[in-house]
């Protein structure tokens, strides 16, 4: 509901029209030969115009909709495409420790790790009319504070800026692709391996070009949309001078509903919007977010502990199941204690065994 008030480049035309509304009762008390032919025709004028300007709003709010949908879809396939390219890149490994610990493979995967979280923030910008600054880009994001990648690398940060000139999305695939033929010649991509990866290459690219490919509404459209609705807002408190001043107020709630349905129609068409309230409406930035994270933690993972490492630990756990409580115990003298001491205890488990398990569905938890 507040949205259209917050909105104060436009919402003025709320006050515009009570204005209106006030003069045109001041004027019908003072005037007494007001001629009827008036009302008349700017009855017929408001009634027509209404019909036309709910018929606009609506085509203006149902494409603006399906813009949203597209675009929010559009990038959430992006966002997919990198996240499968980070696990093909993780999941890569060699027996020979040559090629898994050489210094050219471990930094080929370091700055593919860091270009795949540039990437969702600059296909996110590359769509704001202000488009990417390359000094702004993010590669973590945690609370209020940021790290940016010319602070993590530089390498990378350079390169991008370094072909900037040909378009920031088309210089980050460069990038990848760079790096993807750096990690093919230290060994530990075969060309199996490669051919899919730069499927996943393709598909991204593809994606960004459907999603700039969004068809947008011809300008005249929206001229033809503001002069009426001008218009219209002239006339229609108009409508409201017979009810002396009780017209201000209607005719302001009038000019709500409408200003409503064209500040929406032109806000959710562009989920890419900065200083949009998520609770208003779906955006891009918690994909966006949610991708960064989940790759900066994938590759976080895998460098402690590669994925071809077994370090699964097991440790026996104790049931204690008295008539109050359930917990599980891992400490030595406790499952000690509890196995000598039962008294209170319906049974104490620190395997599997079936007919314990049988017996416990008759037993009180």
């Known amino acids: 509901m507040f949205f259209v008030l917050r909105e104060f480049r436009r ?33 017929t004028f408001v009634t027509a115009s209404s019909g036309i300007l709910a018929f606009v709003l609506s085509f203006q709010l149902s494409n603006a909709l399906s813009k949203s949908a597209a675009g929010i879809a559009g990038f959430n396939s992006i966002c997919g495409d990198l996240l499968a390219f980070a696990m093909h890149i993780v999941s890569l490994s060699n027996d020979d420790p040559a090629i898994k610990n050489s210094g050219k493979f471990i930094q080929a995967k370091k700055n593919v790790r860091d270009l795949l979280l540039a990437a969702p923030g600059m296909f996110k910008w ?5 488009g990417v600054n390359i000094d702004l880009v993010q590669v973590k994001q945690t ?22 000139s040909i378009g920031s999305i088309e210089a980050l695939m460069l990038a990848l692709s ?15 391996q490669e051919t899919v990866l730069m499927a996943k290459w393709e598909g991204i690219y593809a994606a960004y070009g459907g999603l700039t490919g969004v068809a947008k509404p011809p300008p005249m459209l929206d001229w033809f949309l503001y002069i009426t609705l001008a218009i219209y807002v002239i006339f229609m408190p108009y409508e409201f001078a017979e009810m002396e001043y009780h017209g201000v107020y209607l005719a302001a709630l009038t000019a709500y509903f409408y200003l409503g349905l064209w500040i ?12 949009i309230d998520p609770a208003q409406f779906e955006t891009v930035t918690g994909a966006a977010k949610g991708i960064q994270d989940a790759i900066e933690e994938m590759f976080k993972r895998e460098s ?10 097991q440790e026996t756990t104790a049931i204690t199941v008295t008539s109050n409580s359930r917990e599980p115990t891992t400490n030595s003298f406790e499952k ?16 599997s065994d079936n007919s314990l398990q049988e017996q416990s569905k008759r037993l009180h938890w």
């Open 11 to 43: 919402s003025w035309i709320i006050l515009a029209a009570a204005g209106l509304a006030a003069l045109y009762t001041y004027i019908k008390q003072e005037v007494t030969d007001w001629p009827e032919f008036l009302d008349t025709g700017i009855n």
């Open 126 to 130: 590359r769509m704001r009319s202000a």
């Open 264 to 275: 929406a129609g032109t806000t959710i068409g562009d989920p890419f919007r900065e200083g």
């Open 143 to 164: 609370g209020e504070a940021s790290v940016k990648l010319y602070e993590r690398n530089e390498k990378m940060y350079c390169l991008l800026k370094r072909y900037m």
């Open 178 to 192: 760079n790096e993807l033929h750096t990690i093919r010649e230290s060994g530990a991509l075969d060309p199996a």
């Open 304 to 313: 402690e502990l590669s994925l071809d490492d077994d370090n699964c630990q």
């Open 336 to 351: 000690a204690s509890l196995e000598m001491d039962t008294s209170n205890v319906n049974y104490v488990s620190t395997h």
